[in-house]
């Protein structure tokens, strides 16, 4: 009767043991599942913030716009200057689809991203002066040919918007250029994070493994 008591006590603290290891053993893999869980979040967050900032390339649009503008001012000048000599290449038809075209370019570096990247940049007011001058000192859209006076004033409202763009394509290409580098030691960073985020997984998969195995071998040993 001793004997049987004690074999059942024996096996219930047995039983207890195992059902303890059992649960500690649940509280590590749940623990696991969770830093595996965070680990993976983070590393897709970091990965989204690179894509994105990839993606959102405003300032590269900016340059495009800026120099854009400015060629299309020096051909409107240009093309103004050919018309004043009577040079028979250029018409004045001509000169009022280079007009409308630089209009258009001044349009687009004045409205979305551009005109925020603008203002960033301290230089949407100077920009606007220039801009409200030059409309202002010819209304032309009407396409109707332009005499001698009007040619001359066209022309010298077109030096200081252009000296403007000159101004502001070498300071968008300046800010490029420091934003760059920033940009891509912020990459730089957050790639090293992914990379400490991924190898933590690993990490944290090969201890849960050598764990796991380690408690089956326990369980198959007999008692």
Same mark, same amino acid.
């Given at each position: 009767?001793?004997?049987?008591? *004690? ?38 967050? =970091?990965? %989204? ?14 340059? @495009?716009?800026?120099?854009?503008? =400015? $060629? ?11 018309? =004043? ?10 000169? /009022?689809?280079?007009?409308?075209? /630089? ?8 409205? +979305? ?7 960033? &940049?301290?230089?949407?007011?100077? #920009?606007?002066? %220039? ?8 209304? @032309?859209?009407? +396409? ?10 066209? $022309? ?16 968008? #290409? ?7 580098? *920033?940009?891509?030691?912020? $990459? ?13 997984? &690993?990490?944290?998969?090969?201890? /849960?493994? @050598?764990? &796991? ?6 369980? =198959?040993?007999?008692?």
């Amino acid at each position: 009767m001793t004997t049987e008591l *004690t074999s059942r006590a024996s096996t219930a603290m047995k039983s207890e043991q195992r059902g303890a290891s059992y649960r500690r053993l649940y509280s590590y893999v749940a623990a696991v599942i969770f830093a595996f869980l965070l680990l993976l979040i983070y590393a897709l967050i =970091q990965l %989204v913030n690179i894509q994105e900032e990839v993606r959102d390339d405003i300032g590269g649009g900016m340059l @495009w716009a800026t120099t854009q503008a =400015q $060629h299309e001012g020096l051909r409107l000048k240009a093309e103004v200057l050919l018309v =004043q000599t009577g040079d028979d290449r250029v018409s004045g038809d001509d000169v /009022f689809n280079r007009y409308e075209i /630089f209009l258009s370019r001044l349009t687009l570096l004045l409205t +979305g991203p551009q005109k925020r990247y603008l203002t960033d &940049l301290g230089e949407l007011d100077e #920009l606007l002066r %220039v801009v409200s001058r030059f409309e202002t000192a010819l209304p @032309w859209d009407d +396409g109707r040919m332009l005499d001698v006076v009007e040619l001359k004033r066209l $022309h010298a409202a077109l030096i200081p918007i252009v000296g403007q763009l000159q101004v502001l394509s070498n300071r968008v #290409l300046l800010a490029e250029r420091e934003h760059e580098g *920033t940009r891509r030691d912020d $990459h730089a960073r957050a790639l090293f994070k992914v990379i400490a985020a991924v190898l933590g997984i &690993l990490i944290s998969s090969a201890y /849960f493994s @050598w764990y &796991l195995l380690r408690d089956v071998h326990r369980a =198959q040993r007999p008692d």
